[in-house]
């Protein structure tokens, strides 16, 4: 009978030691982990927080919330950053009822001018980042304020009503009880894990958000990519933005869109994703969406005063970007 002599035992036990390791370095495990725990919390404190209907109303604000998230995400991925995904979507609620109800158009049409409106703002973002070497900050503020007056200056504060019922098929109903906006978000999700895991283009958008003069003279369009991602960003915008008037049911500028850039952002630090570029996840985006929902529910059904929700926010977003920082560091010493 033969024994395993220290080393060997030391060696066969390497590979697990391993895999764990790798397991706790990988951001997305936080914060997946975080989510269950905050859910089992909250059903525990409240019985009806865990309820269909409650659970019904969380999808739908996590496709809107989520949508945007993807879209802020990917251009954080090239380093860079958007301020007007919150007030894009805001616009892009007025701008679809105006074309539907005022001009008289299709709903389908209204929704593709709209997409082109916002697609078109996204180009030039890019444009302004990568040939006029702007600060993507200042650019996408200019948008942000822009936004928001084009908004008031639509609907001179009041509502658009009257708008197609295809809104509301779209983003009001259920699928097998699922909300299908929320199994848009899926697919919008799932589309997005594909090109950035699975194809060249979106190895190259990780690429120039990690090392731009690396992926400069390894032959990398860089202005391409980053470009793309500003446009895929804003047309998140207004897609979101579709599902929000269905829900709402009219053109309301009132509240829409206000402060969501910031859950955006956080959903998007949370989930793993480096401000610095070219770092971060799929998965770790939806899970950081997914707690942002659970805490912003969770307040709501603890009756716990809203005004709260903003210093809530604010501190998560602040230990998301320490927690971001602290990471850098961290991975900066090891290599």
Known sequence: MTTQTAPAREGAGAPARNRLRAL??????GVVVACAAVFLALALARDTFASAVNLQGMGFDLAQYGLIAIGESLVILTGGIDLSVGALLGTSVILMSWFNVNAGLPAGVAILLTLAIAGLVGLIHGLAVTRLKMPPFVVTLVTYTVAQGVTLAITSGTSIVGISPFFGNVGQTYLAQIPVPLLLFVVVAVVVWFFLERTYAGRQVYAVGGNPEAARLAGIRGDRRIVSMYVTSSLLSAFAGMLVLGRMGVGSASGVGVGWELSAIAAAVIGGVSLTGGQGRILGIVAGTVLLELINNGLTTL?????????????????????????ARHVAKRS
């Open 24 to 29: 706790v370095d990988t951001p997305e495990v």
């Open 303 to 327: 009756q716990i005063n809203s005004d709260y929700t903003n210093i809530v926010l604010g501190g998560v977003l602040g230990l998301a970007i320490t927690a971001d920082r602290l990471r």
